[in-house]
């Protein structure tokens, strides 16, 4: 069974920055993509960043340029570099790794930004 273990969330200015970790129980190379996914009450998740086994990124448009998506392979970690944080970005924050036909979640850490 995988486990994905989220860390860094908390509470920050408008325009300040954040970095949440992911840990994953195994090689994140076994994976063909780890991400970070969000959601806030009442709404569906939504796609963050995603990170390609063969380092190809991509981003929502509305976090381009302001997130970084990166990886730590020795550590089994993939983290989400938020810089500009805006009162929107405010949600929990899910990291997520995809293997075929199987997925995998995290319990989530939670992002509140203050205006």
């Known amino acids: 069974q995988v486990q994905l273990v989220e860390s860094g969330g908390g509470l920050v200015q408008a325009g300040g920055s954040l970095r949440l970790s992911c840990a994953a129980s195994r090689s994140i190379l076994s994976f063909d993509t780890m991400g970070w996914y969000r959601q806030t009450p009442g709404n569906k998740r939504e796609l963050v960043a995603r990170?390609?086994?063969?380092?190809?990124?991509n981003y929502a448009d509305s976090v381009k340029g302001r997130f970084t998506i990166s990886r730590d392979n020795a550590k089994n970690t993939v983290y989400l570099q938020m810089n500009s944080l805006k009162p929107e970005d405010t949600a929990v924050y899910y990291c997520?790794?995809?293997?075929?036909?199987?997925?995998?979640w995290g319990q989530g850490t939670q992002v509140t930004v203050s205006s």
């Open positions: 997520n790794a995809e293997f075929i036909l199987s997925d995998y």
């Open positions: 990170l390609f086994r063969g380092g190809i990124t």
